[in-house]
């Protein structure tokens, strides 16, 4: 199918899921499988191994599975907004089919669609869209690279030593702090002695 036929849309997100509480979109996982036939040992591995720990992790998926004599495996996935899809899982291990499960799980369920832009905003701006050069001083367009100016570091002292300063000052309030508690604490022991022996 060529880009000009396939339907187009631009990126969004179902129903702004996400922004509130997050809400898997995958309501119901249907596995179909041959208990005998060989193109289905990946399905019965994943089942045996891999099925409870995804039914435990995710308590909102409903995960039915059906018995088909002779019929190839396949997985059915139904989405909230009502739409269908069916993975054909013949011959596959079960390590590629967790992988397709957890596809299902992580879809929103929206038809696939070929995107016009990369990024898309409900309330768009006459600015354009934002980058890294938006509100930098438009003298950078027509000044000469490169420019010792612009890559000069700022004179004066670090941070680290204004840090150091500051520990420093705290130290020695701390200090001082010590002893004119000690000499309080030695006026008052002096007062008490005192008025004891008065």
């Excluded at 249907?30 to 193109?39: G, P, Q, R, V």
Aim: hydrophobic share 30%.
């Amino acid at each position: 199918m060529s880009s000009r036929s396939m339907p187009s849309t631009f990126l969004k997100n179902s129903m702004q899921n996400g922004l509130g509480r997050y809400v898997c979109q995958l309501q119901r996982i249907t596995i179909n499988l041959c208990k005998s036939h060989a193109d289905s040992l990946g399905m019965r591995n994943f089942i045996e191994n891999h099925l409870m720990d995804f039914a435990k992790e995710n308590p909102g998926v409903v995960v039915y599975v059906k018995p088909r004599r002779h019929r190839s495996p396949r997985i059915i996935a139904t989405f909230i907004n009502g739409n269908t899809q069916t993975l054909n899982m013949t011959g596959l291990p079960k390590e590629d089919i967790c992988k397709w499960v957890e596809a299902m799980r992580t879809r929103s369920g929206v038809d696939v669609m070929r995107l016009r832009k990369t990024w898309h905003t409900d309330t768009p701006s006459i600015q354009g869209a934002w980058n890294p050069f938006t509100f930098k001083d438009p003298v950078n367009n027509v000044t000469t690279f490169p420019n010792p100016e612009l890559y000069s570091c700022p004179e004066g002292e670090s941070a680290t030593t204004r840090l150091l300063k500051r520990a420093e000052q705290l130290r020695q309030g701390q200090l001082t702090g010590k002893s004119d508690s000690n000499s309080e604490q030695e006026q008052i022991s002096v007062g008490l002695n005192s008025s004891s022996g008065s």
